[in-house]
């Protein structure tokens, strides 16, 4: 999908002030940020929208405003995600990953022996907030890994991820299979009921993440699981 210049810059401005607000965006906000009259703002939004970058609902005004009529808000759908991730380019996304990538395993080291909750902890809150896509997907295999190694010695099948890579999977495939682990998890007797609630909740939207990944995502996904996979059981 090819944009504007123009499209391009409204986009990412609306990104980022939908992450900074938390919440579904009025245009008349939007106008605000980009410096533009409201009805140009509201142009822009459903241009986006008519290219499945943006959706839109109507909300009734909340009692604290006094009432009055339903107005429309806008936000961004995972396509819109995706698309700007492609359009920073490999470079952008590696100097990312590097960093998660980095942050992540000298977490992992050192905790060598503990349950590394903290580092989970850390990954919920991360993983709610839903950045790019591949970071995003990273964290999610991180976590469920962590919390199948924290239940190991309480459930059946405790070498559910060492069999999955001997099986010869592929890539999206095995990483589709820590969305059904995620699930399976939450059922677990000795389960973190707020873990598992907080991983469960993330399901649907992994899968999608997953599935919208380019092939070498996908492999560079999987070879880091396997990394996290070694530290934790090191």
Same mark, same amino acid.
């Given at each position: 999908?090819?944009?504007?210049?123009?499209?391009?810059?409204?986009?990412?401005?609306?990104?980022?002030?939908?992450?900074?607000?938390?919440?579904?965006?009025?245009?008349?906000?939007?106008?605000?940020?980009?410096?533009?009259?409201?009805?140009?703002?509201?142009?822009?939004?459903?241009?986006?929208?008519?290219?499945?970058?943006?959706?839109?609902?109507?909300?009734?005004?909340?009692?604290?405003? #006094? /009432?009055?009529?339903?107005?429309?808000? *806008?936000?961004?759908?995972?396509?819109?995600? @995706?698309?700007? $991730?492609? %359009? &920073?380019?490999?470079?952008?996304?590696?100097?990312?990953?590097?960093?998660?990538?980095?942050?992540?395993?000298?977490?992992?080291?050192?905790?060598?022996?503990?349950?590394?909750?903290?580092?989970?902890?850390?990954?919920?809150?991360?993983?709610?907030?839903?950045?790019?896509?591949?970071?995003?997907?990273?964290?999610?295999?991180?976590?469920?890994?962590?919390?199948?190694?924290?239940?190991?010695?309480?459930?059946?099948?405790?070498?559910?991820?060492?069999?999955?890579?001997?099986?010869?999977?592929?890539?999206?495939?095995?990483?589709?299979?820590? #969305? /059904?682990?995620?699930?399976?998890?939450? *059922?677990?007797?000795?389960?973190?009921?707020? @873990?598992?609630? $907080?991983? %469960? &909740?993330?399901?649907?939207?992994?899968?999608?993440?997953?599935?919208?990944?380019?092939?070498?995502?996908?492999?560079?996904?999987?070879?880091?699981?396997?990394?996290?996979?070694?530290?934790?059981?090191?």
């Amino acid at each position: 999908m090819k944009l504007t210049r123009r499209q391009h810059m409204v986009l990412s401005n609306f990104l980022d002030l939908y992450q900074e607000n938390g919440d579904a965006l009025h245009y008349t906000a939007v106008a605000e940020h980009l410096g533009v009259n409201p009805v140009t703002a509201y142009d822009m939004l459903r241009l986006l929208e008519d290219r499945d970058l943006l959706t839109s609902e109507y909300v009734l005004p909340s009692k604290r405003e #006094g /009432g009055g009529r339903a107005k429309v808000v *806008f936000r961004p759908t995972a396509a819109a995600q @995706v698309l700007l $991730a492609q %359009l &920073a380019g490999d470079e952008w996304q590696q100097e990312e990953w590097e960093l998660v990538k980095t942050r992540i395993l000298l977490a992992l080291r050192a905790g060598k022996g503990s349950d590394h909750q903290d580092l989970l902890d850390d990954l919920l809150v991360r993983i709610a907030e839903q950045r790019s896509p591949f970071i995003y997907t990273a964290e999610m295999v991180t976590a469920v890994i962590l919390q199948a190694y924290q239940l190991k010695d309480n459930v059946a099948d405790s070498t559910f991820l060492d069999r999955m890579h001997s099986m010869g999977l592929s890539d999206e495939l095995s990483l589709s299979a820590f #969305g /059904g682990l995620a699930v399976g998890l939450s *059922f677990a007797e000795r389960t973190n009921r707020r @873990v598992a609630k $907080a991983l %469960l &909740a993330q399901t649907e939207h992994y899968q999608k993440m997953i599935g919208q990944l380019n092939t070498k995502s996908r492999h560079h996904l999987t070879a880091f699981a396997d990394q996290v996979v070694e530290l934790v059981e090191a």
